[in-house]
């Protein structure tokens, strides 16, 4: 099962990512539940923190050197040293990847005199890379996790409950938002050290 997890996490990231790179064209639709699910939560935690997002981001970038996917992975641990992992820090964590992944991208097509396939050092046509990262942190190392909460499948049921019209469906929200600013924090402590 654990191969499988990182497949469908590699996928999730790589559809995540990719859908954050398109940008003006419309992306092909979801490939998953999960992965519609993961576009919808993390648009709008993006829509609710852009300024610090993307202050983040820059932030990161200008202290990771030329590969931004080890910086990346220390992100990462540090970001749920504490040990409590949950779906608002993961999708934190996409988040911010996204718009990370973007900011390359523009570096990336700024960048005069690169030939179609040649890239920047610190600019992963690494969607790949970045995804590749995600997977190997949430697919490996928080494997058990994800597993005692039902995997991708889990992300999904959470997703669906945090819509809706009723009570109980807003204190989810509410938990959620709690959950992903938690993550923001720590990753904005983590960036200003």
Known sequence: ?????WKETLALAEDYLSQCCTSPRPAPPPPSESAAAM?????????QHQARFHSLVQTFLNQCGPDPCSSLRKVMEELVGDGHLNWGRIVSLFTFTGVLARKLQEQKDKKPGLEPGQELAQGPGNCRG???????????EKKDWLLQNDGWEGFCKFSCSTRGD??????KTALFAAAAGVGLAGLTLLLVR
């Open 130 to 140: 970045l995804a590749e990262t995600i997977a190997d942190y949430l697919g490996e």
């Open 39 to 47: 576009r919808r939560l993390a648009h709008d935690l993006e829509l």
């Open 1 to 5: 099962m654990s191969c499988g997890l």
């Open 166 to 171: 009723n009570q109980d469906s807003s204190i």
